[in-house]
């Protein structure tokens, strides 16, 4: 899916030379590379939940199952925490995005 690749190098552009762990370690906060693996995270389970040979309406319903599931799922910290909030924001962006009947269109055969 073309989507994930473009999440994934946005992440990694944003992370630079290194990794998500080395900076939730370091208690640096960094939203917007948290947005972009937000992203990636949720197109990658969106892909493990579509066949090959899925068509668009059935990506679209996966997608929206994916959001919801985002949607309701609490934020595994006590505290509001930016860094999270950013992750789960850019997974719903993401699979929002991939629901549009023209972005299936537009890739139509690329969910593998």
């Not at 997608?63 to 505290?79: D, G």
């Not at 999270?84 to 995005?97: N, S």
């Amino acid at each position: 899916m073309r989507a994930r690749i473009r999440a994934a190098y946005e992440w990694s552009a944003l992370l630079g030379d290194t990794s998500s762990c080395a900076l939730a370690k370091d208690g640096r906060s960094h939203p917007a590379a948290k947005f972009a693996e937000g992203k990636a995270a949720a197109l990658g389970e969106l892909l493990r939940r579509v066949a090959d040979d899925t068509d668009p309406g059935g990506i679209v319903a996966s997608a929206t199952a994916v959001k919801i599931r985002w949607s309701n799922q609490p934020i595994p910290v006590t505290r509001p925490d930016r860094d999270w909030e950013a992750y789960r924001a850019g997974g719903i962006q993401a699979l929002t995005e991939l629901s549009s009947q023209k972005e299936l269109t537009e890739h139509q055969g690329t969910a593998s």
